[in-house]
C-alpha cells in the first residue's frame, strides 16, 4: 500500500526556480524527487523540458508517480541512490537536490524515522536494503555509538547517552523509536527547552543508516561532472554538517579565473546560503533550518 502524504510543502520553492535558471528544451535533474513538488512546478514552468526524477524511496517514487502522469512524456522516474547519477544522466542543464526526509517518512510511524511515533527502528530510505537502525544500536559497541552520536548528530552528551543505551540493551532487546527515545531522555541530564532529547541521536541514526555524508560527496562530485557547461547546480540541505559538505565541495571545485583551471570547475551563484523568508517559515515550519547554495558549471 502506498503511504500517501497528508500535508507537503516544497521548500524554497520560487527561488529553486529562479536559481535553476531554466531554458526551453532543457534537460533537469532532480536527484531528490521526493513527492514530486519542486518537479511539477519544474515542469509547469516551461512546457518545452524534460525531467529525470531520482529517489531510492519506493514509496516516495510512486507517490511522485500518481501525481504527475499527466506529464507522462517529459518526466523519467528512476529508482536509484543518487550517488549513481552519472550512470543514469547523459549530460543535464541544471541538477537539484532537496536533501533529507518527507513528510511521508515522518508521518508514516512504521518507517521509524520520528521518535515521536511508535514504530520499528528502520530509518532506512531504501527499503530493499538490510542494514537499520536496529542492527546499529544492537550491535555498536559504546565506543562506537558514541563516536556516531558526536559527529554525526553533535550530541554533546554522546558518551552518556551510548553508555545507557549498553546498559539498556543488557537487559532488553530495543525495538522501538519510543523505546530509544525514552532511554535517551532519562539519561540525558542537560535538555535544551523546546527541542527533544532524542533529536541529535536520531540525526545521528539516520546519517548512518543510509551513509548520507558518504553518498552525498560522491553524488556531488558526479554531479558536477554531469552538469552542461553554464548548466546550475542547486542544493538544500537542513542541517549545518550537511550544508558543510556542499561548501567544501564546492570550494573544491571553484574556478579561481585561470583557463588551466577550468576542466570541472564552477562558480559560485551566490556566496552566502539562502534561507527560507520570515513568511515562509510561518507558512511551513519544516522550511525553518533550511538552506540554498549554487553554482554554475563554467
Ligand atoms: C526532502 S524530500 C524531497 C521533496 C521534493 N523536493 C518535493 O518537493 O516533493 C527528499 C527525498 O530525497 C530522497 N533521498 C534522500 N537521499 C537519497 C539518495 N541518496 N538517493 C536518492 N534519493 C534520496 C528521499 O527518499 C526523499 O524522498
Redesign the pocket.
Known sequence: MINK?KN????L?SE?LEYLKIRPNAVIV????????????ILDSEETIKVIG????LN??EV?KERLKGYQDRVEFVH?????IAEVVDGADAI???????S??IDEAERGFSFQKEGPLDMR??QSKDFTAYDIIKKYSAEELQEMFSKYGEETESKTVAEAIVEARKKEDIKTTTQLNSIIDTAKKFKRPGRSAGTNVFQALRIEV???FR??ER?LEEAIDVLNPGGRLVV?S?HSLEDRIVKQMFKKYEAKGKKEDEWKKIKFIIKKPLKPSEDEIERNSRSRSAMMRVVERV
Do not use: M, R, W
Open positions: 502524504p507537503h510543502i516544497s521548500v520553492l529553486t532532480d536527484c531528490t524527487l521526493g513527492l514530486g513538488g519542486h518537479t511539477k512546478a531520482i529517489d531510492q524511496d516516495n517514487l511522485a536509484c541512490n543518487f550517488e549513481k537539484l537536490f532537496d536533501l533529507g526526509i518527507c511521508t517518512h530510505f531504501d543510509n551513509e548520507e553518498v552525498l553524488a538544500i537542513y
